[in-house]
């Protein structure tokens, strides 16, 4: 197997058993309740190896004790459809004015009409956005992000 894979597979697996104390990828965290199995109060170490092992069961998919690449991106497939259900849930009751359950066009336009956007990269105010005025917002939300993801 190549060291990529291999790369690849252990940040995918750090990613579905992340440290039971931090965040996961996906910003959740376990419940206390769900890490103090026997309800004493206190979480030892052994029932976090407890919690983690069976989340291992849930993702061995076949029962054969390992974990294919396929089974781990099931996972984390798993994991990103919940996300993106939760965030096309919030859009329709956002954008969904008439309550149809569907979203038509004059319903997007009158939410995102475009005066956001215009708002944060039209600087100077000419109704219109110029090419340097689109990178340098571009490059001012990279850094950003580049300071965000720095700071954890």
């Given amino acids: 197997m190549n060291k990529i894979l291999i790369l690849s597979l252990a940040t995918t697996a750090a990613l579905v058993f992340s440290p039971?104390?931090?965040k996961d990828h996906w910003g959740n965290k376990p419940e206390f309740s769900t890490l103090d199995d026997n309800g004493d109060g206190q979480i030892t170490k052994a029932e976090v190896q407890a919690h983690r092992a069976a989340e291992f069961?849930?993702?061995?998919?076949d029962g054969n004790g390992s974990l294919s690449a396929e089974e781990l991106m099931a996972k984390v497939d798993e994991r990103c459809s919940k996300k993106m259900e939760k965030r096309v849930k919030r859009m329709f009751k956002h954008l969904d004015a008439d309550g149809t359950g569907t979203v038509e066009l004059a319903?997007?336009?009158a939410k995102r009409s475009g005066e956001r956007m215009f708002g944060h990269l039209d600087a100077n105010e000419?109704?219109?956005i110029s090419q340097e005025e689109f990178d340098a917002h571009k490059s001012k939300r990279g850094n950003k992000r580049k300071r965000k993801n720095n700071n954890g």
């Fill in 57 to 61: 069961v849930k993702v061995d998919i």
């Fill in 126 to 128: 000419d109704g219109m």
């Fill in 20 to 22: 039971a104390t931090a």
């Fill in 107 to 109: 319903e997007m336009q």
